[in-house]
């Protein structure tokens, strides 16, 4: 099974992240090979504490992951639960917790040589 590459952020401000071959961008976005879409956090009842849940990962696992870069907010305040880490880690996958700035470069990086995905938030 081949996975499509993952999608390069090319701009990210407060509340915004542009994402390369997305028209609209986005406020707080799950990345993953072959696509990406917004981040609800109502979906999964996600706040800044605890934090990023297990669910909210499964995705980007689903669609091939195998590193994921988790981003804490542009001043840290997202925290990330530590099932979902033990979650990443029993499925193999290796994490990455940081600021969003740090978050989209590293992704950035990884995207050309692993198969990565990435949930960041764009505020706080």
């Known amino acids: 099974m081949e996975t499509k590459g993952s999608p390069r952020i ?10 390369e071959g997305r028209a609209v961008p986005y406020r707080d976005a799950k990345l993953y090979p072959g696509g990406a879409r917004e981040w609800d956090w109502n979906e999964t009842g996600t706040q800044h504490r605890p934090g990023i849940q297990p669910a909210d990962v499964e995705e980007v696992l689903e669609h091939g992951a195998t590193v994921v ?7 840290g305040q997202l925290e990330v639960c530590p099932e979902t880490l033990d979650l990443l880690n029993e499925r193999g996958a290796t994490a990455h917790v940081l600021r969003t700035e740090q978050a989209v470069r590293l992704y950035n990086e990884l995207r050309e ?8 938030h764009t505020t706080c």
Not at 10 to 19: H, I, Y
Not at 69 to 75: D, E, I, N
Not at 113 to 120: P, Q, S, W
């Open 10 to 19: 090319t701009r990210l401000t407060w509340g915004r992240l542009e994402v």
């Open 69 to 75: 870069v988790l981003s804490q907010g542009m001043y």
């Open 113 to 120: 040589t692993e198969h990565v995905g990435g949930l960041f």
